[in-house]
C-alpha cells in the first residue's frame, strides 16, 4: 500500500508563518489523510499539543541523495538515519528509469522517493514510481520546496485508478485556503487541481459537451477536490449557455429578449476582453428590463 509523506512544513520560511496557521494547514494534512508529516524543529515547537507522532517525522531523521543512476548511492549512505530518500529530477527521463526503478525496488531497501525541480517532469516521474511497484513517496503542496506537488500527484493517481484508501481529496480546496494563509502567497487561478478558475467554462460548445457527459471537459468533477463548477457568459455563449447560467443563479422568471441580452453580453466581453462576471450580469439584466420599461 502506498504511504505518502508530506513535506511542505519542512520547506516554509520559519519567519514567515504563525503558529495557528501551522496549526490548522497541519490539521488540513491529517483530514486530507497523507500518511506522515515531515516538519523541523522548529515548527514542531509550534505545533504543541496538537503534534501527532504517529502521524508525522523530523526533517533531520531523513537522508535525501540524487538518484540519477544506481551507482550514484554510495553504499554508506543506507547507515546513520532512520530513512533514505531518493530524488530524482527531469534527467532521469534521459536514463531508463524503469530499469533503475525495477533495481531499486528489488533491493527491499528502506528508501522513498520524491522529485525535486522536475521541471515539468514531476507528476510524471511520480506516477512511474508507483506504477512500477514504489510504496513510499514525498512531495509537497504546490509542489513547496521544489518537491512534486501533493495536489497532482494525488489525482493522477486517483484518476488513472490507483486505490487511495484513507485519502478524502475534497480537502484539497480547503487545504489551498490554508496554504495561501499560511504562506501569504496567491495560487494561480488556473493551477491544475486547486486554482480558482479550473471548472469556470465560458464557451457555449463546452458548456453544451459538460451538460451532456462532464469527462467531455474534466478528468475528475470538481467536488473531488472540494471545489464547484461555474458557467461564465462570454463573446461565444448562445442561448443554450444563457438557459444553463439562468439555472445556476436560480433565476426563474422568463427573458422577455434573450437576443438583445447575449448582444448586450457579447458587447460586453469584447469591451472587457473577458468573460462577464455575476455582478455584472445581473447589471445587464437590469439595463435589459429598464429598456424593456420593466
Known amino acids: 500500500m502506498l504511504s505518502i509523506t508530506d ?38 515547537s509550534l505545533l504543541g499539543d496538537k503534534y501527532a507522532p504517529s502521524k508525522s517525522i523530523l526533517r533531520h531523521q531523513i537522508r535525501e541523495l540524487p538518484l540519477n543512476s544506481l551507482e550514484a548511492i554510495p553504499a554508506g549512505e543506507w ?3 532512520s530513512e533514505l530518500r ?28 520524491c522529485t525535486k525541480n522536475a521541471g515539468f517532469a514531476a507528476t510524471a516521474l511520480m506516477a512511474e514510481w508507483v506504477q512500477s511497484g514504489g510504496e513510499n513517496i514525498a ?8 518537491y512534486g506537488a501533493l495536489e497532482e500527484i494525488l489525482l493522477t493517481l486517483q484518476v488513472n485508478g490507483y486505490p487511495l484508501p484513507g485519502i478524502d ?25 486547486v486554482g480558482d478558475h ?28 472540494g471545489a464547484k463548477r461555474k458557467f461564465t457568459l462570454g463573446k461565444f455563449s448562445g442561448k443554450s449557455s444563457l438557459m444553463v447560467k439562468l439555472q445556476e443563479l436560480k433565476i426563474k422568471e422568463k427573458i422577455q429578449d434573450p437576443d438583445r441580452l447575449l448582444k448586450l453580453i457579447r458587447e460586453k466581453c469584447v469591451q472587457q476582453n473577458r468573460g462577464i462576471s455575476d455582478r455584472e450580469f445581473f447589471l445587464l439584466l437590469d439595463e435589459l428590463n429598464e429598456g424593456n420599461g420593466a
Open 86 to 113: 531518493l530524488w530524482a529530477s527531469k534527467e532521469l527521463f534521459l536514463r531508463n528509469y524503469s530499469e533503475i526503478f525495477s533495481e531499486l525496488l528489488k533491493s527491499h531497501l528502506p528508501i522513498s522517493f
Open 139 to 146: 512531495c509537497s503542496f504546490m509542489g513547496s520546496g521544489g
Open 198 to 225: 479550473i471548472f469556470e467554462v465560458e464557451s457555449g460548445i463546452h458548456i453544451n459537451g459538460i451538460m451532456k457527459n462532464t469527462v467531455n471537459y474534466e478528468p475528475f468533477p470538481p467536488e473531488r477536490v
Open 7 to 44: 513535506t511542505t512544513l519542512s520547506t516554509i520560511h520559519p519567519a514567515k508563518v504563525s503558529a495557528h496557521a501551522v496549526r490548522e494547514f497541519y490539521g488540513a494534512l491529517l483530514s486530507l489523510g497523507v500518511d506522515r508529516i515531515e516538519v523541523t524543529p522548529y515548527i514542531f
Open 79 to 81: 547507515f546513520g538515519s
Open 169 to 193: 481529496t475534497s480537502r484539497l480546496k480547503l487545504l489551498g485556503s490554508l496554504w495561501q494563509r499560511l504562506t501569504g502567497e496567491t495560487i494561480p487561478a488556473r493551477k491544475p487541481v
